[in-house]
């Protein structure tokens, strides 16, 4: 059974562009869930969807939104790029939502670098 | 105070050794405790999972969950050098604006062949 996967696994962007990171969860899955992670910070959660609806939403400025589509794959997508959104982005799926205490899976993550 | 503390090491242990590793929390309404293991440059694993108090044992893996105390543990017994990594120890709760999953800083694990 095929795991997280998410697209791309590398990039660069310039300070001010905006970039969308690309997730599709485990069949079957239809929550995905998005987390940053910094050496600074650690694992923090930016926004769940489930069933195309955004259901839990972390303490991340507007410039971070996201999207889920009837196949629950999601999107995620950052504007006006700053430095310190450098980080990897990690998508997790689970079968049901968080609230449920369903457990999580992740991929391997998107590094973006912010130059 | 963060709600949740975990010391990021790095710890050092030779093979073959029994590893603890630990978080507190402040928050007592944590529901779901997990342990991943993060590889370098990987995505997080999940390890171990555990709902409420008690124990659980999986191979060489055993979690303890101490609800009175606000204080989980991961014990790796019989310790290989393919276990050096990151655990990161994540809690899980709902509350009246939706649910939270909040992660440890994690502890970087080496072990020594």
């Known amino acids: 059974k095929a795991g997280v996967t998410q697209t791309p696994r590398y990039l660069i962007k310039t300070r001010g562009q905006q970039v969308t990171l690309s997730c599709s969860p485990i069949?079957?899955?239809?929550?995905v869930s998005w987390y940053q992670q910094t050496p600074g910070q650690g694992l923090q959660f930016l926004f769940e969807y489930f069933s195309e609806t955004q259901r839990n939403k972390g303490n991340f400025p507007g410039r971070f939104s996201g999207r889920q589509f009837s196949n629950s794959r999601s999107e995620m997508n950052v504007s006006t790029l700053e430095l310190g959104d450098s980080a990897l982005y990690l998508c997790a799926s689970s079968l049901g939502q968080l609230s449920s205490g369903n457990t999580i899976y992740f991929g391997e993550g998107s590094w973006l670098t912010v130059v | 105070q963060k709600e949740v503390e975990q010391d990021p090491g790095p710890l050092s242990v030779p093979e073959g050794a029994i590893v603890s590793l630990n978080c507190t929390y402040s928050n007592s309404a944590f529901q779901y405790f997990m342990w991943y293991r993060q590889y370098s440059r990987k995505g997080p694993e999940l390890l171990m999972y555990t709902y409420s108090s008690g124990n659980k044992e999986d191979g060489r893996f055993t979690a303890q969950v101490d609800k009175s105390s606000k204080y989980i543990s991961l014990f790796i017994r019989d310790s290989q050098p393919s276990d050096s990594a990151t655990y990161l120890c994540a809690m899980s709760a709902g509350w009246t604006g939706g649910f939270k999953t909040i992660f440890g800083a994690g502890t970087r694990l080496f072990v020594k062949a």
């Open positions: 069949s079957g899955h239809r929550s």
